[in-house]
């Protein structure tokens, strides 16, 4: 993008819509290129995509399965900030809270990644039993 040249070292307010968009972009262009565990949430949300288009499954089973992924992808973006910002603040050295901010960043991601297998195995597994019987 041509704007990402310009303002490569910005750090003044974002002064159009578009500069912001520019910014939010590259943010989600991090996640992607530096997060294998956000590749993975991505390709498993692909899966199940597929998965709820072929089984036919209803709206409100899609609904739970939406909240479900933005809740996954909510907690791997505030580790994403947390692993960051604690690397920035400690750099390279052990630092007992930065191990706990880190290790209760990725029990959120645990936590969330539960809910959503849970959804996932309630609305699939009857279906694919129903398949197989
Ligand atoms: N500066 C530090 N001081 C103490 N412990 C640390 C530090 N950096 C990382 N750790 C420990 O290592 C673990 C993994 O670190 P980090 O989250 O940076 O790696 P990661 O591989 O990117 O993790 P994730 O799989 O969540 O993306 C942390 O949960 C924490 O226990």
Not at 2 to 19: A, P
Not at 26 to 51: H, W
Not at 83 to 102: P, Q, S, T, W
């Amino acid at each position: 993008m041509h704007m990402g040249l310009k303002d490569k070292r910005q750090i003044d307010k974002n002064k159009t819509f578009f500069q912001s968009l520019g910014h939010a972009l590259e943010g989600i262009k991090r996640l992607v290129l530096e997060e294998r565990n956000f590749r993975f949430d991505l390709i498993i949300a692909a899966i199940v995509l597929c998965l709820g288009i072929v089984l036919q499954i209803k709206i409100n089973e899609w609904l739970w399965l939406f909240a479900a992924f933005f809740s996954v992808i909510g907690s791997e973006v505030l580790n994403s900030i947390i692993e960051n910002v604690v690397d920035l603040i400690v750099g390279h050295h052990f630092d007992l809270m930065a191990k706990r901010a880190k290790d209760i960043a990725a029990g959120g991601v645990l936590l969330s990644a539960t809910f959503a297998a849970i959804i996932g195995a309630l609305i699939f597994i009857p279906r694919l039993i129903m398949l197989f019987k």
